[in-house]
């Protein structure tokens, strides 16, 4: 891709980044769902507030990279085609800047401290660990038999950073009551690991024969089936409401 296209491409990437950033910036009805939808029905103000920083330290990020990575990401022979990787690259990126800036201590009026010792199974079940490292083995492995180096490289890179989101989400500081603290990271670690399946099946999986056209499709439905709320929340949490 030349010059010119990777600006374009940029452009484009960034007004849609800027329309999505507009579109979704965060409002307390928004934050209201999204801690309903995590199993807090009754929101405090307090508990509001740190959803809409939590989605706003996230969503903040998605112009700045969509401009951003399409230079790089084309600097290493990535192909100009597959907007599905970028935007998902975006999405894995900017939830880990999201995640290392919550790594500082928060200033806040009201907080809960729990003793309890929290590990990466509490947030995200074993079967999603599985599944996750099944679907992302698979989806490499087929880039590998493909030869295809600069696409192995960022799903490679994205897959690695959905799983640091996770172990970051786990040992972040405390932020807000402990159920809304607890909701959040339960969120952040499952939908990392929803993102780092559909962005590497998005960058490895060449849907024009059948049999990558099923590992896409059902690489799909797992990002979903892990990334979506879950019927029951997970013993640490359930405690917690």
């Known amino acids: 891709?030349?010059?010119?296209?990777?600006l374009g491409v940029a452009l484009v990437l960034g007004l849609v980044g800027l329309a999505i950033l507009t579109a979704l910036w965060p409002t307390e009805r928004s934050a209201h769902k999204l801690l309903a939808k995590w199993g807090i029905d009754d929101p405090a103000q307090d508990e509001t507030d740190i959803a809409m920083q939590y989605l706003r330290r996230r969503r903040f990020w998605y112009p700045w990279l969509?401009?951003?990575l399409p230079t790089p990401l084309a600097a290493i022979g990535f192909g100009d085609d597959n907007t599905l990787g970028v935007i998902g690259a975006t999405?894995?990126?900017?939830?880990l800047l999201a995640e290392l800036f919550a790594q500082r201590p928060a200033m806040q009026t009201r907080r809960e401290a729990t003793l309890e010792h929290r590990g990466v199974r509490?947030?995200?079940?074993?079967w999603t660990l599985i599944v996750t490292a099944v679907a992302e083995i698979a989806a490499l492995t087929y880039v590998v038999v493909r030869a295809d180096w600069p696409a192995l490289a960022v799903a490679a890179g994205a897959a690695v950073a959905s799983w640091l989101i996770m172990a970051l989400a786990v040992r972040r500081p405390v932020?807000?009551?402990r159920r809304v603290?607890?909701?959040?990271r339960h969120r952040s670690a499952r939908v990392a690991l929803g993102l780092g399946i559909g962005t590497v099946a998005a960058m490895c999986w060449q849907v024009n024969a059948f049999p990558e056209f099923v590992g896409f499709v059902v690489s799909i439905a797992a990002m979903i089936a892990i990334a979506s709320p879950p019927r029951r929340l997970p013993a640490i949490a359930a405690r917690a409401g």
């Open 66 to 68: 969509f401009l951003a």
């Open 181 to 184: 603290d607890l909701a959040l």
């Open 91 to 95: 999405l894995v990126l900017g939830g």
């Open 1 to 6: 891709m030349n010059l010119g296209s990777t």
């Open 122 to 126: 509490d947030f995200a079940p074993m």
């Open 175 to 177: 932020q807000g009551t």
